[in-house]
Every structure is written in C-alpha cells, then in structure tokens.
C-alpha cells in the first residue's frame, strides 16, 4: 500500500516536471509574457527594491528539466523552507565592564533566539556601545526616513559605568535591535547582518588563516546558525562560510563532515555555476567523495561541464579562498 502511494507521488512529481519542460519549450514569447512562471516565490512587490541589501534567491531559482528527482525534490523542498519566516527575538541579560590598558567600557551581551518554538540553537554575542553607535551611524546612511522615529542611546558625559545606567542602555538597545529587526529592508541589510556576525567571523578566519583551526571552528559553527536564519531569502550568502568549515574539518582530519557541509554549500549553488566558490567546492568534494568511498563521478562530470564552457582560467583552491577571507 505504501508502495503503491509512493509510486503514484513520483509519478505525479515527474508529471509536474514534465508540465514545466513541456510549457518552457512550446510557448512562444507573446505566451510567455501573458503566462505565470512555473516557479514558486515568497516575495512581495517591494516599494524600493533597491534599500533591500539581500535579493531574494527565489527570485532567480526555478526547476528545470535536467534535474533529477532527488534534486527536484530537494529544490521544493528548499523554496517551502524559505517561505517561512523566522522571526528573532533580542535578549541583553548582562553586561560585564572590561578595563583594557587606557581604555574602559561596558560589554553587551546579547542573545539572539527564534521565537514559536523551543530553540537549542541560540546564538550568544557580546558588543559595546561604540559598536552599536556605528551601526547606527551607518544605516542612517541608507534609512534615514525608516530610522526617524528610532532613539537611539545617547552618550554620556559622566556616570556610563552606574548602574542605573548600564541598565537603562542594555533596555534601550534590546529595544533598538527589535525595532531594527521589525523593517524588513533593514534586517536583511548587509550592515546590519555585518553588526552581528562580522566580528567573530573576522575572529574565526584570523585563526583559520594562523593554522588554529579547532578555535576557527568553534566560532564558524556559532555562527553560521545565526546567519542561516538572517539571510533566508539569500542562501548563498553564507556559502563561504560553509566553506571555510569544510576547510576546518578537512584539515583536522574529519572527512565525513568536510563532506557533509560541502553538500550543503553545493546545493546553494547549484544554479549559481559561476560563483567564485564553485570550482574550488566542486574539486574538494570530488577528493573528499573518493576517499570516503563515496560517488564522485558526477561530480567529476559537473566539473569537467564546467571547464568545457568557460576558457581556462586560474582557479584557487577552497582552502586558498577561504584564507583571504576578511583581510584586513
């Protein structure tokens, strides 16, 4: 019975795919434009499309008949994942004073969790006031109207490490960062997804690039949870970073999961060929697959497709890549 229902879902996946093939390839221009286009998209029409830092993947996705059907799967799969909204709540529990040689200040920490369910993945950042002052300064640069109702924390003269005050500022940013949060344009901004994971990847590739990279590691895999659910409707956005734990992994001798995360970055550019990670990724993964005994025929075929339409060029490796990542 479960066979039979099996076998008739394939086949109506495979119909599916068939539709769309069959109606890329008979309608003519005139039809094309009077049509809807068999693909699936989360967005809405946007008032100025061009505050938004972060397009929308699923704007430039759609299936296609040289996919197979496990990766046509997946692709749904993927386009139903990103039409729903992961909405982040901001938490500032505490706050530590650090003295650093002349220099005095008070640390923030902020936690960041997603809201309607139990999250074990929260994500735990420390910043000081000097941090969120520049975040602010920069986003006035592009949202001025959207901010004219935002306060922000003045500074103050005297009295910045009482109490009463330290408390009333950790109140003011937990605010500052929901109202950030709550502007569509704003949150998907590179500022602001910069303001909280720019700091610890800069971290995390120092040590990469210092040959430290079990301490890389650590903070690649915090952080690349908090930007998974930041750039939603921009998948590929954190595909170096991806990378750069493939990189981790490999070097630390743990194939298996240099691997795992290699599939993962692969599927964020499957309909991205000519991104600057993809031929690196694609060799990685081909050495990573024969010595875990895994296929790596196809992938050898992709990239052999690959070098067939581009004219050859110099091709770093992942590793070399990932090492001039957020150089300063």
Not at 88 to 113: D, G, N, Q
Not at 251 to 278: M, Q
Request: overall charge neutral.
């Amino acid at each position: 019975m479960e066979e039979g229902a099996h076998c008739t879902a394939e086949r109506g996946l495979l119909e599916a795919v068939s539709r769309i093939t069959m109606f890329s390839t008979t309608a003519s221009p005139d039809e094309e434009q009077n049509q809807p286009k068999a693909e699936i998209s989360c967005q809405v029409s946007k008032e100025n499309p061009e505050k938004d830092g972060l397009q929308d993947s699923s704007a430039s996705l759609s299936p296609n008949s040289s996919m197979t059907t496990k990766e046509l799967q997946e692709y749904w799969r993927n386009e139903k994942s990103q039409c729903i909204q992961v909405k982040l709540l901001f938490e500032i529990p505490s706050t530590r004073i650090v003295e650093h040689h002349l220099s005095k200040y008070v640390m923030y920490k902020i936690i960041i969790l997603q809201t309607g369910s139990f999250d074990s993945n929260k994500s735990v950042i420390e910043r000081r006031y000097s941090d969120f002052e520049k975040l602010h300064r920069n986003l006035l640069e592009d949202f001025s109207e959207e901010l004219e109702d935002v306060s922000f924390p003045k500074k103050a003269l005297t009295g910045n490490f009482t109490e009463e005050i330290i408390n009333e500022r950790k109140l003011a940013f937990k605010d500052y960062l929901r109202r950030l949060y709550s502007m569509k344009y704003i949150r998907r901004s590179k500022k602001f997804i910069d303001f909280l994971t720019k700091p610890e990847l800069q971290e995390a590739y120092s040590c990469l690039r210092g040959g430290h990279y079990t301490k890389a590691l650590e903070i690649l895999l915090e952080v690349i949870g908090l930007q998974e659910r930041l750039t939603r409707g921009n998948p590929v956005s954190i595909v170096p970073t991806l990378c750069a734990i493939v990189v981790c992994h490999k070097d630390l001798d743990n194939p298996a999961s240099a691997f795992e995360y290699g599939e993962k970055a692969l599927s964020r550019l499957r309909v991205h060929n000519s991104h600057r990670y993809y031929i690196p990724l694609l060799e990685a993964m081909i050495t990573l697959a024969y010595e875990l005994g895994k296929d790596f025929l196809s992938l050898q075929e992709k990239l052999e497709e690959w070098k067939a339409k581009k004219d050859p060029v110099r091709v770093f490796s992942l590793k070399e890549l990932a090492v001039r990542e957020y150089v300063q």
